[in-house]
């Protein structure tokens, strides 16, 4: 019997999964996809939010706050980039003037500190690049970016490292209740628990249908991106919202912690969650970005993508154990700021939890981690890992310098990647400007040798997404 | 470590450099490649139709290379394969990493870059759709074919019509894929005509000029792409959608010189080549510093390639004997509209040997036609063409003695239908 299901490996399960793994408690995690962080986690703007945004005195403001302030200690002990580097929310009319102030006020009923209202010359003394026709702005020096799937792999590695069971490419698909406890039922087995922590992101509201809670309300709403290339990268040097509408925060133009430019995303409510770019959603957001930065260059692109929000009607998550259904504890309708948030809300859920089960601190708990990223060591350093693994001095993707070393480390993590999008997210080859073109066969190559499968079998990422489709005729007759 | 002169690259650019500096009499000559072998994008290459200039016979790109690693065996010159070049400044230091002597800093009296390029990805032409496998573009395909031994699909669909993208059209066929069509945004193909003709047409390929891949279906693996008809502006036209059923999407639609290091290093880069501002010797805007290959200009043929890269290897000789060249009277040559770029971008008039040959591409299809270089408005020279194309790249001798006679400082080079 586990004491805890939790139900998704996006950055609120991974969180979760990092704060219980502190006590003694049997917790396991299901995941559907082939990897950790691979839903919404993986495709958002990448921001951590100063607090302004959220209707005070909901529990949105509180945690997004809380969540924000925690993010310094939590990067630095996960060895994971993280920026502080500020925002503006840019006015272009006297009407949203008004709104800026109304942000000023919301952020300071929320605590958000050391927010301030600049005036245009203010604004463009900070950055250069925003349009002449803006007329103010709100700055928050707290807002920060971050790179979300490395924070979720680091939560779920520690929390693996420190006894959580992760289950990949594991989907729920129902779940039975009885004798105050449930039956968690997969494609390969059935898991007794004590409680679940469903986490499924935008298909939370069909767990809960499972569990037999009433689900909740989801809106699926796709914002797509363009990824601009390091040369664009300093383009701006804070994160540049533009005021926000009925629709969401708005297309932000903002650096991201691996030097890119980052752009998006709009806001179209979609039927089924498909991630797919259309030319309408990305001229939408082309079109907008510009306004804010004319400047932009958006021909240094390198890649689109698309997530999808778990909207509804409310101002606030959908969080909190189900009236209907007692020890469901539901993480649902986490919109942004969720990513923001994400670790408070696992505080809170560790709360929760306690009320149930009794919770004892782990003697043995260890936390923190560390990882080589080769190009970001000095030369004297860069020699010293060189000298202890060669494969550090053998460079596989050459747009984003990461080495051999670098992803054999990867491989014996406490997740290690089966996928080239895995290994990608963990770190950094393909990412660049060439987009694995030149690194993704040498890196299907390491893994084909290191996990001992043949080349064909390896994924792109989710099953079935093959990347050849057998020998040439030559090879065939050797 | 220190080299007189260092080149970062051994494909045919950088070896044949290697040979003509070490033919000039430099001695101390390293060559640093990130592969396993020098050859670079050649070694891929395994169709015919290397050499015809150069060597008078027709080779494949590995026999091609080759014949230039065989010369080097003869020579001095030292090879680092499996070393990367990461950095570059403009004092000459390369930084670089390989497995055995980890990392270092190699000052050099000269320096050739020879890099190479890279493909554009889909990412630089923001096709929309799904980021489903199946996604190549077609010199990586190129390479898990002919060098891993690979099929990387079963019915293709190829987007661009670069050369890369034909050789792979036909490769692939006789590999047993389905090649349903090749698709070119332009009006024309940027490939060279023997290629439309050899790899399309001989196997009865549909080439379809000013269309475009709109959308890209299929969850985990390619099932499907649309290909619409764009008006004049490059605009997809709706209603003119064609739905084509393939697991495989191949992207040729263009090469960008390789030049981090270049940009690391403070060299000035052309923004039309993408490459760096070269003068009549291949040397960049740092001293000492040259360049050569599709790390200056994209080209098309190898013996172009390799005969430019013979006088940056000859200039890099001079500079180690006699030092800079005399600053002087300076000449910069421009194109007019229809001339994507030229090269060299300036010209040290006292520098410069009896003749240079002049390079350029034209942006649209001329038939019979002229091209004339001016200096103001005085027409210094005039040369016929009865077909050119922006897939292929133009050449033609700029004899010093034209540019006694002109007082200006810029020559233009135009293109006139006849
Ligand atoms: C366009 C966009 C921009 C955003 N920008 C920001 C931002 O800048 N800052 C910010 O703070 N927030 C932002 N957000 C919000 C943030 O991304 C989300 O709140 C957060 O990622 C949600 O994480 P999650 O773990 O709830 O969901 P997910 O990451 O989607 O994780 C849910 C997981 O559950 C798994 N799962 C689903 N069903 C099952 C099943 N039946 N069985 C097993 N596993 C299952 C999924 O595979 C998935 O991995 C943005 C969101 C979007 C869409
Ligand atoms: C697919 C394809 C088909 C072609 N077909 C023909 C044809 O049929 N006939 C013809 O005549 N020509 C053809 N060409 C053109 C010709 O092959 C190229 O123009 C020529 O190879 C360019 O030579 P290069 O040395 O400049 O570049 P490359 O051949 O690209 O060599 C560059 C080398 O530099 C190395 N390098 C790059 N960066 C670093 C670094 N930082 N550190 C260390 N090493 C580095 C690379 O590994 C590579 O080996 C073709 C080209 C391609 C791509």
């Known amino acids: 019997m586990q004491d805890i299901v939790i139900i998704g490996c996006g950055v609120i399960g991974a969180a979760c999964a990092y704060e219980l793994a502190k006590y003694n408690l049997a917790v396991t995690i299901l995941e559907a996809s082939s990897d950790v962080a691979n839903g919404t986690t993986k495709a958002n703007s990448a921001i951590i939010h100063a607090g302004y945004d959220p209707i005070p005195g909901t529990g949105m ?56 209202l600049l005036t245009a010359e203010e604004t463009k003394a900070m950055e250069p690049s925003v349009s002449e026709e803006v007329k103010g702005s709100l700055f928050a020096p707290t807002a920060g970016i971050i790179s979300p799937w490395e924070l979720t792999l680091a939560m779920a590695e520690v929390a693996v490292r420190n006894g959580v069971t992760l289950k990949l490419n594991t989907p729920v698909t129902a779940i039975e209740r009885r004798d105050g406890h449930f039956t968690v039922i997969t494609p390969k087995e059935r898991i007794d628990c004590r409680l679940i922590l469903n986490a499924a992101g935008i298909h939370a509201g069909e767990i809960m249908s499972m569990a037999g809670d009433t689900p909740c309300e989801t809106v699926f709403s796709r914002g797509e991106y363009y990824l601009l290339d390091k040369s664009e990268g300093d383009r701006v040097s804070s994160v540049i919202f533009q005021c926000p509408n009925r629709d969401g925060k708005g297309v932000l133009v903002a650096p991201t912690v691996h030097g890119n430019l980052i752009v998006g995303p709009n806001a179209e409510s979609i039927d089924s969650p498909d991630t797919a770019n259309t030319s309408r959603g990305l001229n939408f957001t082309r079109t907008q970005a510009m306004k804010s930065v004319p400047s932009l260059s958006i021909r240094d692109n390198i890649r689109n993508f698309a997530g999808i929000r778990a909207n509804h009607s409310g101002e606030d998550f959908l969080i909190g154990e189900s009236a209907k259904v007692p020890g469901l504890f539901n993480l649902a309708g986490i919109k942004s700021p969720g990513l923001t948030a994400s670790p408070a809300i696992a505080k809170l859920a560790a709360e929760w939890v306690g009320k149930r089960l009794s919770l004892t601190e782990k003697q043995d708990f260890t936390d923190g981690r560390k990882v080589i990223r080769f190009k970001h060591l000095t030369a004297a350093e860069k020699q010293t890992v060189i000298a202890e693994n060669p494969l550090y001095g053998r460079v596989i993707c050459r747009c984003e310098t990461v080495t051999e070393g670098e992803i054999l480390a990867a491989l014996r993590s406490p997740i290690p990647p089966t996928t080239i999008n895995g290994v990608k997210r963990r770190v950094g080859a393909g990412m660049g400007r060439c987009q694995g073109g030149f690194c993704g066969p040498r890196v299907q190559e390491i893994l084909s040798r290191e996990l001992g499968i043949p080349m064909e079998e390896i994924n792109l990422d989710e099953d079935g997404s093959y990347i050849l489709t057998g020998r040439t005729k030559g090879e065939q007759i050797k | 470590m220190k080299a007189q002169l260092a080149i970062i690259g051994g494909g045919p650019a950088g070896l044949a450099a290697a040979i003509a500096a070490h033919e000039a009499g430099v001695r101390d000559i390293l060559i640093l490649e990130r592969d ?121 669909v190829v987007l661009g019509s670069g050369d890369i993208g034909l050789i792979m059209s036909r490769r692939l066929t006789l590999e047993g894929a389905e090649v349903l069509a090749c698709v070119e945004l332009m009006p024309y193909s940027s490939g060279l005509t023997r290629n439309i003709v050899q790899c399309l047409e001989d196997f009865g390929i549909p080439l379809y000029l000013s269309h475009t891949v709109t959308d890209i279906r299929g969850k985990n693996r390619v099932e499907g792409v649309t290909v619409s008809r764009v008006d004049e502006n490059r605009r997809p036209i709706p209603g003119t959608e064609m739905i084509f059923d393939c697991d495989t999407l191949l992207l040729s639609v263009g090469l960008i010189p390789e030049n981090e290091l270049s940009k690391q290093a403070g060299i ?32 098309d043929l190898v013996d172009f390639v390799s005969e430019e890269a013979q006088l940056a290897g000859r200039s890099a000789a001079e500079f180690l004997q006699k030092g800079s060249k005399p600053a002087g009277r300076l000449i910069t040559l421009t194109g007019g509209s229809d001339v994507s770029y030229t090269l060299p971008q300036k010209i040290r008039f006292d520098a410069m040997p009896d003749r240079i040959k002049l390079s350029f591409r ?42 006694n006679e002109v007082s200006g400082n810029e020559i233009i080079l135009e293109v006139k239908e006849a």
């Open chain 2, 36 to 156: 396993r072998e020098c050859g670079g994008i050649l070694n891929q290459c395994i169709h015919n139709g290397f050499g015809l200039h150069y060597f008078g016979e027709e080779l494949t790109g590995p026999e091609y290379a080759g014949r230039f690693i065989d010369m080097l065996k003869d020579t001095s010159v030292r090879v680092l394969s499996d070393t990367m070049a990461l950095d570059l400044t403009p004092e000459r230091v390369i930084h670089t990493v390989n497995t055995a002597e980890g990392y270092m800093q190699i000052e050099a009296g000269a320096v050739i870059l020879a890099m190479g390029c890279r493909e554009r990805t889909r990412g630089a032409i923001s096709i929309p759709g799904t980021r489903a496998a199946g996604i190549f573009t077609a010199g990586a395909a190129q390479r898990y074919v002919n060098i891993e031994g690979y099929m990387v699909g079963k019915r293709v």
């Open chain 2, 362 to 403: 034209v942006r649209r299809s001329f038939g019979e036609s002229k091209i004339i270089l001016r200096a103001g408005d005085a027409i210094l020279a005039s040369f016929k063409r009865s077909h050119m194309a922006p897939g292929e790249m133009e050449r033609v001798t700029l004899p010093k003695k034209l540019l």
């Open chain 2, 268 to 299: 000035i880069l052309d923004p039309r080549t993408n490459g760096p501002e070269v003068y009549e010797n291949m040397e960049c805007s740092i001293p000492g510093i040259f360049a050569c290959g599709n790390v200056v200009q994209v080209h």
């Open chain 1, 61 to 116: 403001a509180k945690l997004n706050v809380e969540g924000n302030a925690m993010m310094d200690a939590l990067c630095r002990r996960l060895d994971i980039p993280f920026k502080r580097v500020g925002s503006h929310v840019l006015a272009f009319t006297e009407e949203e003037l008004i709104t800026l102030r109304t942000l000023y006020e919301r952020g300071t009923a929320n605590g958000v500190p050391e927010l301030r």
